[in-house]
């Protein structure tokens, strides 16, 4: 069953080297990151399952020991999730991120495995894929890698959208409190037109978490850049 859950913004800007001259901009979200980090660490769970967004091709599960680089944002950091031996299919961007921090945090505390769901998964998939990680052994934690809306701003990555604001606001206050039924009820439509990648991933939470008795914190909220950042820890 699902014991604790991490949620954390997804950009390759979090890692300095991607980010540059602009890394400092961030610090308050990776600080942030951390201290979820830490709520999963002290959950004690058996295993440790990274959530995140995947194109075609970079769906489905990623073994312990997995690969994944940042060379195409230009920088050479590379990242492996968890201990294994290497398999040829590297992360993609929001699990590579996920082993980015977790690395950072020097996690031991549990095995690690990868989740990667696609952006238009239906809400009723996502919410199966969750309750089949949760029963994945006795005592799960997930580390849930995803964005809100990137058009918050006239320079955001989808430019202004009038019904950005509103939807993070929702997607904020469903996982500061660890509502479930609010995480379900985000519309796929809309996430999709508001380019919210976090949508899948928290609606994975959302299915693994039914029914787990977890209570929420809300970490960080920002729109930096144009895009709806959210830091939560869940236990």
Do not use: I, N
């Amino acid at each position: 069953m699902l014991v604790a859950a991490a949620v954390c913004p997804a950009p390759p800007l979090l890692v300095p080297e991607v980010a540059a001259g602009a890394a400092a901009e961030l610090d308050a979200a990776r600080t942030a990151c951390s201290d979820a980090l830490a709520v999963l660490a002290a959950a004690r769970p058996d295993l440790l399952v990274v959530v995140g967004s995947g194109d075609a091709g970079r769906q489905g599960t990623y073994p312990p020991g997995s690969r994944g680089s940042f060379h195409g944002f230009g920088a050479a950091t590379e990242v492996r999730l968890g201990d294994g031996e290497e398999v040829p299919r590297p992360l993609p961007a929001s699990l590579a991120v996920g082993a980015w921090l977790l690395d950072r945090a020097r996690w031991g505390a549990a095995p690690v495995e990868g989740l990667a769901v696609a952006e238009p998964l239906e809400t009723e998939r996502c919410l199966l894929a969750g309750r089949e990680t949760a029963a994945r052994a006795e005592r799960v934690a997930l580390l849930v890698m995803g964005d809100g809306s990137a058009c918050r701003t006239l320079k955001a990555p989808g430019y202004l959208d009038e019904r950005a604001a509103a939807f993070d606001a929702a997607a904020g206050r469903a996982l500061g409190a660890a509502d479930t039924g609010a995480l379900a009820a985000l519309d796929p439509v809309l996430a999709a037109e508001l380019l919210a990648a976090g949508r899948a991933p928290w609606q994975v939470l959302a299915g693994a978490a039914d029914g787990a008795g977890l209570d929420g914190r809300l970490l960080y909220e920002d729109a930096p850049y144009g895009v709806g950042y959210f830091v939560a820890a869940w236990s």
